[in-house]
């Protein structure tokens, strides 16, 4: 029977421990944020090659970043927390994108 992403997520939890999976997300989220600043710096500088090679950079690093969200969505719990405070944040940008488009 294959698994589940959740469940090889499950089992990544487990086998390495919840704070090794925190600061493992942590490493993650700085990954991208270096991959990020050299995106940026190569669209500003016009330079095609280091950006097609960046924004592979930041599609790796985004799919780590989500992997990793998502165990610690396992670690923490509190699924309906999660989604509550995402619909919350998603209708708030939702308002604000709404007033600028009215000015």
Do not use: W
Not at 27 to 50: G, M
Request: include cysteine; charge should be positive.
């Amino acid at each position: 029977m294959a698994k589940t992403d959740y469940q090889v997520l499950q089992k990544a939890v487990r086998t390495y421990g919840p704070d090794e999976q925190m600061r493992m997300a942590q490493e993650e989220c700085a990954e991208l944020i270096v991959a990020l600043s050299k995106y940026h710096r190569a669209v500003e500088r016009h330079d095609v090659r280091r950006m097609n090679a960046s924004a592979e950079s930041v599609i790796e690093e985004v799919t780590d970043v989500e992997i990793m969200c998502k165990q610690l969505h396992i670690i923490i719990g509190k699924e309906s927390a999660f989604n509550t405070a995402k619909d919350f944040k998603i209708k708030r940008l939702d308002d604000r994108l709404n007033k600028i488009r009215k000015k």
